[in-house]
């Protein structure tokens, strides 16, 4: 949905897709608490290298209140995530250039 975003308005964009490593064999087996500890672990090892963190399913939204520290936005719902990153990139957008600051 993102890169879609970005298309349309004619903008390229960076993604770096991050799996969080064990997260979902805790998710599985029941382990919430230890889900949300690592991602929100593997969301500060992002810190400072990315614009934006997008927790990219629902059930990672719990994280975010664990993130309250990091010096990037965290987008936590999908939905969400993608009209904030759709607005981003049609006020951020360099129309000469059709690159963003992101």
């Known amino acids: 949905m993102i890169i879609g975003e ?3 308005a004619d ?6 897709l991050v799996v ?3 997260a979902w064999s805790l998710f599985q087996a029941g ?5 949300i500890r690592v991602i929100a672990e593997s969301a500060f ?6 614009e934006v963190i997008v927790l990219a399913q629902a059930s990672m939204a719990p994280a ?5 520290g990091l010096s990037v936005p965290v987008l936590s719902s999908p939905r969400l995530a ?3 990153a759709a607005k981003r990139l049609r006020v951020e957008s360099d129309p000469g250039t059709g690159s963003s600051r992101w």
């Open 31 to 35: 382990d919430l608490d230890g889900y």
């Open 11 to 16: 903008t390229q964009i960076s993604i770096d």
């Open 20 to 22: 969080a490593g064990e």
């Open 82 to 84: 993608v009209e904030h």
């Open 6 to 8: 970005a298309e349309a």
């Open 64 to 68: 975010e209140g664990r993130l309250l």
């Open 45 to 50: 090892a992002l810190d400072g290298r990315v």
